[in-house]
């Protein structure tokens, strides 16, 4: 499955690694997904924040889970074969990476821009470990995009 909205309104569970704004966990929680996180400096510092009587709830996890559907990122590229490890580690069938830049390179907390060059690379990475690679559109507007359907 391909369709980055398809995915979200089938998914179940999502681990994130960074996020630029607390609209990412919210987002995906709202759009019905458990998502777990780290939430402190320790490795062990883990939360799970799933939607309680439609509102989003925090409440510390005893690990990742054992299934993720999707393993979401917004850090560097170069963290890429280690998440694409733990997608693989917990039966993912996604990984969906922001770069947090615009087309002009500057900072953009929704930003999603990759040169052709490193999407090509990307991909193909996550395809060789049989998981699929998203970049686009920002998981946010996908999130509200699969509530809405």
């Known amino acids: 499955m391909s369709n980055p909205i398809e995915i979200l309104r089938s998914a179940r569970a999502a681990v994130l690694h960074d996020w630029p704004s607390e609209e990412v966990p919210n987002a ?7 998502v777990t996180f ?3 400096p ?9 939607l309680v009587d ?6 510390p996890a005893t690990g990742l889970p054992e299934r993720a559907d999707i393993i979401y990122s917004h850090r560097p590229a170069a963290e ?26 500057e900072k953009d907390p ?23 690679f998203v970049s686009a559109p920002y998981i946010v507007a996908a999130a ?4 809405s359907h």
Do not use: C, I, K
């Open 38 to 40: 780290q939430g402190g």
């Open 110 to 132: 929704a930003g999603v821009f990759l040169t052709p060059t490193e999407a090509e690379h990307m991909t193909a990475l996550a395809h060789a470990a049989g998981v699929a």
């Open 80 to 105: 890429l074969p280690g998440l694409l490890a733990e997608a693989q580690q917990l039966g993912a069938a996604t990984l969906w990476h922001q770069s947090g830049r615009n087309e002009d390179g």
């Open 28 to 34: 995906l929680v709202l759009a019905g997904l458990d």
């Open 42 to 50: 320790e490795p062990d510092d883990l939360y799970v924040m799933r």
């Open 54 to 59: 439609g509102h989003p709830e925090t409440s």
């Open 144 to 147: 509200a995009a699969a509530r």
